[in-house]
């Protein structure tokens, strides 16, 4: 009975549901890039290789600008940026089937990642600040399916796109981000009022290692944080390799847009699920629990991906999905509880570096897909979700512990009332 309360009083902040919808809006428009690869690779005749680079240029670009906005989210939050970036983001995804070139398309992809860049860590450091302790992984869980929602649905408003207009389907999401714009523009300064009011309530957690606390600011512990990164990196390669080169192998194989459209918007879809049952999971169970099922989970539904295609990949997707993205509200909390008071740096650290490796991956994947075939390019990354569930067993307990003090509710060794620790309770070993 607790966790529906506590799921309803989250659903109930108005605050939260402006950056939720913000968030949806903003993963809207990454969505479209992957079913309009297939359309650039025919327009330029590119490789799968080269391909990759496109969505490279998107994700190293928005990767790489997280920390820099995170870092001045934490300074100052100007309610005006995220609507603005919205529309930013929208004119450049518009570019894409406007663009006259390869270099120029992955130019636009270029600029519509750090249009994206810039929403994501504004939108989780508020999203952060704007709920209570005790339900913290909950609401940032509720927050990342906003956005893997709109991630989702973009294939789909972009295959309807393409398939009305060709590669010019592009400029539709222009209006669709202008009108995500305006309805935000009008929240805001709700969300920036509810910031100022919880600013006290910035520092979620203290973790000591002996003689030193980590709000005190004399020892963040970045081995402990680059381990979090890592297991993020790791994970981001698999789950991008898999979104951007479904709908390439199924358009190879004969497919077309209606079915490799709805089928990464299935995979998204239940790794939405995933997210929301992940996080509300992690507050009673614990994070550790959930980051490991998520990691060794995945694995055999990836394989089954690769192995057996047609339409059988929908169940195979979903399940992979459901469980791969279980644990993304995990990472993200505990690296927003190494960072104590810097929420932004942290956000834009696991929704930026964190997944730039993804980025990376997608081009490498694409050289092995040249060379062995698709299929066998996705079965050979299971090794790196092995890495990562190994990585992820280095990672401090306290770290991924949301153990609950009895008798307030919020995680052990934290003052409710001003999101403080008073005598910190957890250590940290020393590096």
Not at 359 to 375: C, L, S, Y
């Amino acid at each position: 009975m607790r966790g529906v309360t506590r799921v309803r009083s989250v659903l109930r902040n108005q605050a939260l549901l402006t950056l939720m919808f913000g968030h949806f809006s903003n993963d809207l428009l990454a969505g479209f890039l992957t079913v309009f690869l297939p359309v650039a690779r025919d327009r330029f005749d590119l490789s799968n290789g080269q391909a990759g680079l496109i969505a490279l240029a998107y994700a190293s670009a928005s990767s790489l600008s997280q920390p820099f906005f995170g870092w001045a989210a934490d300074r100052r939050f100007r309610g005006w940026l995220p609507p603005a970036v919205l529309i930013w983001g929208g004119l450049c995804t518009a570019a894409y089937g406007l663009a006259p070139s390869y270099a120029v398309l992955i130019g636009c992809a270029a600029a519509a990642g750090i249009a994206s860049g810039a929403y994501h860590p504004l939108g989780a450091s508020a999203a952060s600040a704007v709920t209570d302790l005790g339900t913290r992984n909950t609401a940032m869980s509720l927050y990342t399916v906003g956005g893997t929602s709109g991630f989702a649905l973009g294939p789909v408003v972009g295959v309807m796109a393409l398939w009305g207009f060709g590669a010019r389907g592009s400029v539709v999401f222009f209006p669709l981000a202008l009108l995500a714009a305006t309805a935000m523009v009008r929240q805001m300064p709700r969300v920036t009022a509810r910031l100022t009011a919880r600013a006290a309530d910035a520092e979620a957690a203290s973790y000591a290692t002996p003689g030193r606390t980590v709000a005190d600011g004399a020892a963040t512990p970045w081995p402990v944080l680059a381990r979090v990164v890592g297991v993020v990196m790791l994970r981001s390669w698999i789950f991008l390799s898999v979104l951007q080169f479904l709908p390439i192998w199924y358009d190879d194989l004969g497919y077309g847009g209606e079915f490799y459209g709805p089928l990464v918007s299935t995979v998204i879809l239940a790794g939405a699920a995933g997210t929301l049952t992940g996080g509300y999971l992690a507050d009673r169970i614990g994070g550790r629990t959930v980051l490991l099922v998520s990691l060794l989970g995945s694995l055999p539904f990836l394989i089954l991906i690769s192995a057996v295609p047609g339409p059988l990949v929908f169940v195979a997707g979903a399940a992979f999905g459901l469980t791969a993205d279980s644990s993304l509200a995990v990472t993200l909390v505990a690296a927003q509880r190494l960072l104590p008071g810097r929420t932004g740096v942290a956000s834009g650290i696991i929704l930026g570096l964190g997944f730039v490796t993804g980025g990376i991956g997608v081009p490498v994947t694409g050289r092995i897909a040249d060379a062995v075939g698709i299929p066998v390019a996705l079965a050979l990354l299971t090794p790196f979700g092995l890495a990562a569930a190994a990585l992820a067993l280095t990672i401090p307990a306290a770290v991924l512990s949301t153990k609950q003090d009895h008798r307030s509710g919020a995680p052990e060794g934290v003052d409710e009332a001003n999101g403080a620790s008073a005598i910190p309770r957890v250590a940290l070993p020393s590096e």
